[in-house]
């Protein structure tokens, strides 16, 4: 199977996703980070059978849940699309394709990028070291 290259928000989704449910549970154990490290640690693989029943009651409930994976269909690697979560657009998948076009656009015009999240982008001039450009990115309701 050819290799598939998940990008970096569709990551950091996973990853704010994993820690939330870490975080739940720790919620409902009653257990602060120091004991839940002896006593609970994390398991990503149990955080996300975890997460799975959750996301399972929540579909029942009429909620579409945005969960990023890489499917196999029809023996290819396929990055998730909107027929596996049920959203009407994939958020994510829109914003990574922004995200891609701003950059090009940056480092065409000749500034370095310094750092990037999913909140936003960090560039500066390589001409000037003390210049520093954040441009940070809301979702508009």
């Not at 998940?6 to 990551?11: A, D, G, I, L, N």
């Not at 955080?47 to 029942?60: I, K, N, S």
């Not at 579409?64 to 958020?91: A, E, F, R, S, W």
Request: aromatic share 8%; hydrophobic share 35%.
């Amino acid at each position: 199977m050819s290799e598939i290259v998940m990008p970096e928000c569709m990551k950091q989704r996973r990853a704010k996703l994993l820690n939330a449910t870490y975080e739940y549970f720790l919620t409902v154990l009653e257990m602060d980070r120091n004991e839940a490290a002896l006593r609970f640690p994390m398991d990503e693989q149990l955080m996300w059978v975890l997460f799975g029943y959750a996301d399972t009651m929540l579909e029942r409930l009429g909620f579409n849940v945005c969960y990023p994976d890489i499917y196999v269909q029809d023996g290819k690697k396929i990055l998730c699309n909107t027929t596996h979560c049920g959203c009407k657009t994939c958020h994510i998948r829109e914003a990574s394709r922004i995200s891609e076009q701003l950059k090009d656009v940056i480092e065409n015009a000749g500034f370095c990028i310094v750092s990037e999240d999913i909140t936003g982008i960090k560039v500066r001039d390589p001409k000037d070291d003390e210049c520093t450009i954040s441009i940070t990115a809301k979702k508009n309701s």
